[in-house]
Nanobody, 120 residues
Framework: QVQLVESGGGLVQAGGSLRLSCAAS????????MGWYRQAPGKQRELVAV???????NYADSVKGRFTISRDNAKNTGDLQMNSLKPEDTAVYYC??????????????WGQGTQVTVSS
């Protein structure tokens, strides 16, 4: 089994910054894509950013230029640096990873979520 644990959420004023971290542990052979999703109250979960094992990134239009996704393949960790935060960024943020386990099968995993609240 694989576990994803997020940290770094909290309350911040508009214009501020937060850094989210995701640590993967367990029966990991390789982590393929790692990404961050968010879900605001009453809305569907949406992709925020994703990074491939080779470092290719993709961002939602709403966060381009403000958020930066990164990862450390050696440590099985990923980060989301969020700058110039807006009230509409308020949501529960989830780490997601596609992991090839030691059994050589690939599975999709989710973290438990971390709350980000941006006050105006």
């Amino acid at each position: 089994q694989v576990q994803l644990v997020e940290s770094g959420g909290g309350l911040v004023q508009a214009g501020g910054s937060l850094r989210l971290s995701c640590a993967a542990s367990g029966s990991i052979f390789n982590i393929n894509d790692m990404g961050w999703y968010r879900q605001a109250p009453g809305k569907q979960r949406e992709l925020v950013a994703v990074i491939s094992s080779g470092g290719t990134t993709n961002y939602a239009d709403s966060v381009k230029g403000r958020f930066t996704i990164s990862r450390d393949n050696a440590k099985n960790t990923g980060d989301l640096q969020m700058n110039s935060l807006k009230p509409e960024d308020t949501a529960v943020y989830y780490c997601h990873a596609v992991v090839t386990t030691m059994s050589m099968f690939s599975y999709s995993y989710w973290g438990q979520g971390t709350q980000v609240t941006v006050s105006s």
